[in-house]
């Protein structure tokens, strides 16, 4: 056998020895940044049977937060239980049109009930989710432990449209309002359908989506900066204000009517705009 042959052999017995005592080694460690290992996720999905209502008092502004006290972090003290909360895609805050009797109530789940704090100061109600007291009844005995909860779903009814919503993976909804202004503020998703507005005023995170549908409005105001995906679908807007740095591309749709206008942040700043094969009128001024 030639010096060379024995060589490449000798290289691919390291490798392949290498290779499994990494695989030993991995079985046996604990694992740490791969956080959601069976042993310790759970999913947990809220019932949806039964509804029940929260009286509130009238507001202008409603905002959707969590109480963490009682989540403990990686960064707490060891030898405690340790758990991390999430959302999963499947959890809303919806405003709807007001309808008899359910315009100063907020709508939950009933398995939610002592879980939602619902408070109105001044004009602003804030809606709690008691994320601590959640994570503890429904925990299990583990020394870390993952829960994702979906289900949570929120209902007001309401002709006020000014969210701020700071939970990420919630989704906003909104439909079928008719209101001066809609302007909301999410850490998730939003969906804007079948609503009439003279100005709408989305703000949206990263990897999240705007959705407006089925709607009228004078003006919508879109700041391309925030980096998620959007789309405004079979709707009649009169004036269209992008703003945005670099460099941003958009398509017109069929029966896309309106102004667009362009408000760059920077001298860098450039739109570009698609037009499909349809017949279409430019005007620049």
Same mark, same amino acid.
């Given at each position: 056998?030639?010096?060379? %042959?024995?060589?490449? $052999?000798?290289?691919?017995?390291? +490798? ?13 460690? /604990?694992?740490?940044? *791969? ?10 999905? +809220? ?5 029940? =209502?929260?009286?509130? @008092? ?15 972090? !990686? !960064?707490?003290? #060891?030898?405690?239980?340790? $758990?991390?909360?999430?959302? #999963? =895609?499947?959890?809303?805050? &919806? ?12 709508? $939950? ?10 408070? &109105?100061? #001044? ?9 601590? /007291? ?20 929120? %209902?007001? *009814? ?13 989704? &906003? ?8 202004? +809609? ?33 009228? @409005? ?23 204000? *992008?703003?945005? #740095?670099?460099?941003?591309?958009? &398509? ?17 700043? !450039? ?7 349809? %017949? @279409? ?5």
């Amino acid at each position: 056998m030639r010096l060379t %042959t024995k060589i490449i $052999i000798g290289i691919i017995g390291s +490798i392949f020895i290498l290779s499994l005592l990494f695989i030993i080694g991995f079985s046996f460690s /604990e694992r740490k940044y *791969y956080t959601f290992s069976n042993r310790g996720f759970n999913e947990i999905n +809220i019932p949806q049977e039964k509804s029940m =209502g929260i009286d509130i @008092a009238p507001f202008h502004v409603v905002v959707l937060e969590e109480d963490r006290t009682g989540i403990v972090t !990686e !960064e707490e003290v #060891s030898g405690i239980i340790q $758990i991390y909360l999430s959302y #999963s =895609g499947n959890n809303s805050l &919806t405003l709807n049109p007001i309808t008899s009797g359910d315009e100063n109530r907020l709508f $939950i789940p009933e398995a939610l009930n002592g879980f939602i704090v619902a408070k &109105t100061n #001044s004009d602003t109600l804030t809606i709690q989710i008691k994320a601590d /007291e959640l994570s503890k009844k429904y925990k299990k005995n583990l020394e870390k432990e993952f829960l994702s909860f979906s289900g949570i779903h929120l %209902t007001l *009814y309401s002709s006020n449209v000014n969210i701020i919503s700071k939970i990420r993976g919630f989704k &906003t909804n909104v439909c079928d309002i008719e209101t001066d202004s +809609i302007k909301i503020d999410a850490n998730g998703d939003i969906l804007i359908e079948s609503c009439k507005a003279i100005d709408i005023d989305p703000v949206w995170v990263s990897n999240c989506k705007l959705t407006v549908q089925n709607s009228m @409005a004078k003006t919508i105001s879109l700041d391309f900066d925030r980096k998620g995906t959007w789309s405004i679908e079979e709707c009649e807007i009169e004036a269209r204000n *992008y703003s945005g #740095s670099g460099r941003h591309n958009i &398509t017109l749709h069929k029966n896309e009517t309106g102004t667009i206008n362009w408000l760059p942040k920077n001298k860098d700043a !450039e739109l570009n705009i698609k037009v499909p094969g349809d %017949t @279409a009128q430019i005007v620049f001024r």
